[in-house]
């Protein structure tokens, strides 16, 4: 086993090894305190307790906030529109920002003044990551938070980042060779796509790369695509689960069977329909609190299934384990890393007058996932070619993701059927 996996040791042990009762002590305050800032300085949550009838009074602890509606966050982009720029959701005036990201929907979010929020911290340490590592960052940095984020995460506890965003393989590829990177984040998809270029250009995985722990996020994780990377590259792969919105809620430590609840949030497992928490094991929406005051979310639905257990874990850490993502509560679905809504799909077809009847379908070809607009026209053209890459141009800057384009006779799809069909299969 290599020496970075034998160390004992956890980012904030006073808080990720705590029994249950003294977390809730430690959480409780914190939740009424970020409860009644957004009530004073967030109109738009004020007016979601006014719908239920609540003041900040009546939500004190973690259980409390079962009190609370969910906010999911398709209506994030309906409060936008109705109040640019954040929908009357931010804690604090625009001048104490730092950065305005933007992500599909269009969806803005504010970054606070100074990053202090450690929950990627948290898992990064958890994952094998050490102060002096050198780590490549392979999400995107165009516009959208998450890699800025991992970033100044790494920064945190002392590790040095080289912001790569995506493509370029070989360069990256390069870069990892020459400055024997030690830590990779990124998609499971795009560590496979580098160690297959780098083998095909001749390179021995083991003996000129110097990978020793993965980051992995934003896709699903196959356990047959992870046990052949970390055999491949000689390295530790470990995920977690989090959002752009609301940053990391769980982690995989170095046994893995699940993902710890970070510290310094509150999960939670909730039935779709009532709201109200579920039992261990049961599944239902992961929902999480947050405690920026910048960007106070409370009762966030992710739109992700799961369900949680309270396992012991050989690491120490004693915060109950999401199992896995089981799928969405709605048609939204992510590809590449990033969230596809039906409404940004319709939005594309609609700038397209001969297309009559649309779905846009996801799949999964050498663990890489396909996305492809099968469309039939309204009627015959000669242009089909010229059309085609309209679309696909169209689809890739709407959606932030490259698609493909397929024209079907009229008939093929069958009425009402949905925008998004994922039929990607996970082992």
Not at 9 to 19: A, F, K, S, V
Request: proline share 6%; aromatic share 8%; glycine share 8%.
């Amino acid at each position: 086993m290599p020496e970075r996996d034998r160390i004992k040791g956890y980012w904030r042990p006073e808080l990720e090894t705590i029994d249950p009762q003294a977390r809730q002590e430690y959480l409780d305050p914190k939740v009424a305190e970020i409860v009644a800032h957004a009530y004073a300085n967030a109109p738009a949550f004020k007016q979601k307790m006014a719908s239920v009838g609540a003041e900040p009074g009546d939500v004190v602890s973690v259980a409390d906030l079962s009190k609370l509606p969910i906010t999911e966050k398709g209506e994030l982009v309906t409060l936008q529109q109705q109040d640019l720029p954040f929908g009357g959701l931010v804690g604090v005036p625009l001048s104490k920002m730092r950065r305005i990201y933007v992500s599909p929907g269009p969806i803005y979010e504010p970054g606070e003044k100074r990053f202090t929020d450690d929950r990627w911290t948290q898992a990064f340490f958890a994952a094998g990551f050490r102060p002096g590592d050198i780590a490549q960052v392979t999400f995107n940095f165009n516009m959208v938070p998450f890699a800025f984020y991992l970033d100044e995460a790494l920064n945190l506890m002392d590790a040095v980042s080289i912001p790569a965003g995506v493509g370029n393989t070989e360069l990256q590829i390069q870069v990892m060779k020459d400055l024997k990177v030690q830590g990779y984040l990124g998609t499971p998809s795009f560590l496979a796509a580098i160690a297959d270029k780098a083998e095909a250009a001749g390179l021995d995985l083991l003996r000129d790369l110097n990978l020793k722990v993965a980051f992995v996020a934003a896709e699903m994780l196959p356990e047959s695509l992870r046990a052949s990377l970390q055999e491949r590259l000689g390295m530790i792969i470990r995920q977690s689960y989090g959002t752009a919105d609301v940053g990391c809620l769980s982690y995989e430590c170095y046994h893995t069977g699940g993902m710890h609840f970070a510290q310094d949030c509150v999960v939670e497992v909730v039935d779709p329909e009532t709201g109200q928490p579920v039992a261990e094991g049961e599944p239902g929406e992961v929902v999480a609190t947050i405690f920026d005051k910048a960007y106070p979310l409370i009762r966030f639905g992710t739109g992700d299934l799961s369900s949680y257990v309270n396992d012991t874990c050989a690491c120490g850490r004693t915060s109950p384990k999401l199992t896995r993502i089981m799928g969405r509560v709605d048609q939204v679905t992510k590809v590449k890393g990033m969230f596809v809504h039906p409404s940004g799909v319709q939005q594309v077809a609609a700038k397209f007058p001969q297309v009559q009847m649309f779905q846009l379908v996801v799949t999964r070809e050498a663990n890489q996932d396909v996305m492809t607009l099968v469309c039939e026209l309204a009627e015959p053209t000669a242009d089909r070619e010229m059309l085609r890459a309209a679309l696909e141009k169209e689809i890739k800057e709407g959606l932030r993701v490259k698609g493909q384009v397929n024209f079907q006779e009229p008939g093929s799809l069958p009425e009402g059927c949905k925008v998004i069909d994922d039929r990607r299969k996970w082992d």
